[in-house]
């Protein structure tokens, strides 16, 4: 059974750090990519970054690029996402997801496979 699991979320202050986890298990396809995406009260998800863990290309959201880092290690078949300088619209529950395309434009339409999501909640 695919799974992809979050870890790392919690309570930050503004201007603070935070690395979440996604670690996946079961995808029916190997060369599958790894997206970001993150879904703010009364907001829709949107997608904030991700990595072809093939060629190791990465896209960010520009309203993170610069602040949040994506990693991967493909033997632990464990992918990251470091975030700094955190502001109080970063807010949201995160979920990591496999699927097809890493693309600039990230978008949930390449996406088949979802963690449950952690909650980030970036406190003044």
């Known amino acids: 059974e695919e799974q992809l699991v979050e870890s790392g979320g919690g309570w930050v202050p503004v201007g603070g750090s935070l690395r979440l986890s996604c670690a996946a298990s079961?995808?029916?396809?190997?060369?599958?990519?790894i997206g970001w995406f993150r879904q703010a009260p009364g907001k829709e998800r949107e997608g904030i970054s991700c990595i072809n863990r093939n060629d190791g290309r990465t896209f960010y959201k520009d309203s993170v690029n610069g602040r949040f880092t994506i990693s991967s290690d493909n033997a632990k078949n464990t992918t990251y996402l470091q975030m700094k300088n955190l502001k109080l619209e970063d807010t949201g529950v995160y979920y990591c997801?496999?699927?097809?395309?890493?693309?600039?434009?990230?978008?949930?339409?390449?996406?088949?496979?979802w963690g449950q999501g952690t909650q980030v909640q970036v406190s003044s």
């Open positions: 079961g995808i029916p396809f190997d060369d599958y990519v």
């Open positions: 997801a496999a699927g097809a395309a890493c693309l600039e434009t990230i978008t949930s339409a390449w996406y088949g496979y």
